[in-house]
């Protein structure tokens, strides 16, 4: 049995969920189906998550949204239309939208969430009345009849583990089970979000519940390339990954799969297989748990800026017992994660995403680590990107550092930091963020085409 997740570009319209239901004919073993909310048709146009969320903005500042309704519901109608589905569904789909953005909007989180939600769970019923249309028995199914439950964080939900031995039953289901993804609910019933791009979660969720032999999770490409190909054209395609390395790829910005959907599918041990929509007898990248010892070397450098970092130096730091926690408490407090903290003797310095650190926090957190920490010097350095230079391999292979600054510097890029150790498939550097994409060609050129 496999579950196949298609993303909002697979179900951008009528034609493209007409690929997707002849992908699951083609293959009786597809009997889980998670669907996005339709995605752009063009490069110009807006996903509908997209317009729904400046639904649930209008109706926030305004107290009503109805020509960003109209975009909504015109979209679906579109797909109806041209999938002959019955009317009564897109009567239903309209209601359904004036109802959520009607509802109470006193926790705005929860408010945006359900309205954001939308259009995973139209796109289900769109998919499966044209499937069942079409001659595949299919049935939409709510996610919390069938067991998703997730924890009390908007936007940002998690899965709870008690979620999994109710959705094993979507196991015995008859038919084609159409399920949206992107959204499940909480203890309480309210409808929560994953992050952004989170049905790769639902359908990494289910495919651990149902324990199936594979997870397919079909997009707009061929397969994950080992570098962007907006930066670097000919990248070379990846067949073989491991879960090790497309968790620290997806996490530095390969956008085709969700750092958080490895999870699942590394705890059930089950072989994710990312595929093309437009071109299903391509055969993708396999995401599997081993690659064959010895094998790889460097597959893949990802980048991604949108960071920033906090710069501390205090003399005898090094001998000064809790510092570090206590730094690290401010941060806790303020309500900011971290993604990293390369140190020194007499410095350290704690990486953030530049999002969450607003002007204001910055002034604020800054006062309190020279008060709290009375630190000699507290700076902070916008526009970081990371880049990561990632493979299985690499512990094997000596050099691999050398080869990778030498690049950087022979493209007059200025290494502001550097991470190599604490994961030993991977190198992070951190550079300015306007010399990314120099930086990314001058790795590519160093590993794959020197
Ligand atoms: N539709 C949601 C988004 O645009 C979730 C997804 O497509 O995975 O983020």
Redesign the pocket.
Known sequence: MKVAKF??TSLADAGQILKVLEIVRADPDRRIVVV??P?KRSKDDT?V?DLLIACAKAALARGEAEAELALVVHRFAEIGRELDLPAALLTDIEQDLRGRLAADRSHKGLFTDAVKAA??DYSARCVAAAFTRKGVPATYTCPREAGMVLSDEPGNAQVLPESYDKLAALRDRPGVTIFP??FGYTKAGRIVTFP?????ITGAILAAAVKADAYENFTDVDSVYSADPRIVPDARPIELLTYREMRELAYSGFGVFHDEAILPAVHANIPINIRNTNRPSAPGTMVVPERPAHTGGVVGISSSDGFCTLFLSKYLMNREIGFGRRLLQILEEEGLSYEHAPSGIDNTSVILRDHQFSPEKERHVVGRIQKELAADDVEVERGLALLMVVGEGMRYTVGLASRATQALAGAGVNIEMMNQGSSEISMMFGVKAEDRKKAIKALYHAFFAA
């Open positions: 993303g909002g996005s909310a995605g996903k998550t259009g995973e993804g992107f952004r791009g989170g049905s790769d």
